[in-house]
């Protein structure tokens, strides 16, 4: 169903799903959407959790790129999610296989996908890298030239006093460096994904914050400067649709756990810098990728463009493609619910039941055909 954000038009369901039709043969009259591209959101669009790919997805997927002979040729997208914590590569070629198609190296963001050309400045430095399951996030870190990325389990392994609370894993046991971090002056710390141990990463983020020269064991007398150590988060997001029915606490919540654990033991103001969703660094970068995507498939660049954003987190979503200056599609099949027809904190162009229902709809709205 779908729902402009003022009214409800129940009927269009019906024929959509009546009337397939395809925008080559029959309409040569309709002249093709030039201008028309799309940007997806992931958890919550096109899948929910981890194994789960929406039917809808891999329907829509395979429209736009033309392989199911509706449209004489792709119209273009890419993905944008607040996801992250695998290199970007490893990410594309796992996600084309469960979506059924070929993702080109522009057509995904992850969360700390913008953060490869913030990075620079501390190719040559010590960082320490949260997030994420074992050692990927090093990964990821080092996937964007970070020579001297370092993760909470080296740190364990140097001094398990330093929260002695969790224990390395055998697993965990087989990746940890052995660093001397009394010698080791941190310069920044990069959170690239949700965190599996917010005790530990909370207390080894404010002792590098608070640290003298970046330098862990040790304090800064004055406690009240901010120091030198920058931290940089990607994902604002303080809920996420996963596979349970009910949403799940994201980065961002950890983010306000650690703002309030930092507040309450210096008394100032948590200093971080935040990538992601619905930040501008994040939408600017995707539409730089989007239109390096046109080169790639022989289109011109500059078109301009009528990006329509289907997302499921008004906050993040619906919130930066607005701000953006791109259309909103809010779809009802990850954290946005509206049971009794509420407005979403930030107006979406439309409401739709899922990502299908959503495309069609701006085919439509672009076309005036119904597919
Ligand atoms: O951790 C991922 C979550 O915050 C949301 O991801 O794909 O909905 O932007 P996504
Ligand atoms: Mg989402």
């Keep these: 169903m779908l729902r402009s954000s003022r009214r409800r038009t129940t009927e269009i369901f019906k024929s959509t799903l009546a009337s397939r039709r395809s925008l080559n043969s029959h309409s040569s009259s309709v002249p093709f959407p030039e201008k028309l591209a799309f940007a997806f959101d992931i958890d919550g669009v096109l899948k929910q959790g981890h194994h789960n790919v929406l039917p809808q997805a891999k329907r829509v997927l395979q429209l736009l790129s033309g392989s199911d002979g509706r449209l004489s040729k792709p119209i273009p997208f890419l993905l944008i999610t607040n996801g992250g914590g695998v290199p970007d590569e490893e990410r594309r070629a796992a996600l084309s296989s ?60 140097w001094r398990p006093a330093i929260w002695d609370r969790t224990q390395l894993t055998k697993g965990e046991e087989s990746f940890a460096k052995t660093v001397d971090f009394s010698q080791i002056p941190l310069s920044a710390v990069f959170v690239m994904h949700d965190t599996h141990d917010w005790g530990r990463d909370i207390m080894l983020i404010l002792d590098t914050l608070s640290a003298k020269d970046g330098i862990l064991g040790t304090r800064r007398e004055n406690r009240d400067d901010q120091g030198e150590v920058e931290l940089v988060l990607s994902n604002a997001d303080v809920e996420w649709r996963s596979d349970w029915p009910i949403s799940r606490l994201g980065q961002g919540a950890f983010r306000l756990s650690l703002e309030a654990v930092y507040k309450a033991t210096t008394g100032l103001q948590l200093p971080y810098k935040q990538f992601g969703k619905p930040f501008k660094a994040t939408y600017d970068f995707s539409e730089l990728s989007l239109r390096r995507y046109l080169s790639s498939v022989g289109r011109n660049p500059d078109v301009p463009l009528n990006v329509y954003m289907v997302g499921d987190n008004p906050a993040s979503d619906i919130a930066g493609a607005n701000a953006h200056g791109w259309s909103s599609i809010l779809v009802r099949t990850g954290v946005f619910r509206d049971p009794n027809g509420e407005v979403p904190e930030h107006e979406p162009t439309v409401i739709a039941d899922d990502v299908e229902k959503g495309v069609e709809w701006a085919i439509r709205r672009e076309t005036g055909l119904i597919l």
């Design 98 to 157: 469960e979506l059924g198609v070929q993702l080109g190296p522009d057509q995904l963001v992850q969360s700390h996908t913008p953060l490869r050309d913030y990075v620079k400045k501390y190719q040559e430095k010590p960082v320490l890298v949260i997030g994420g399951a074992g050692e990927s996030c090093r990964r990821v870190a080092e996937s964007y030239g970070l020579k001297h990325a370092y993760i909470p389990q080296d740190i364990i392994k």
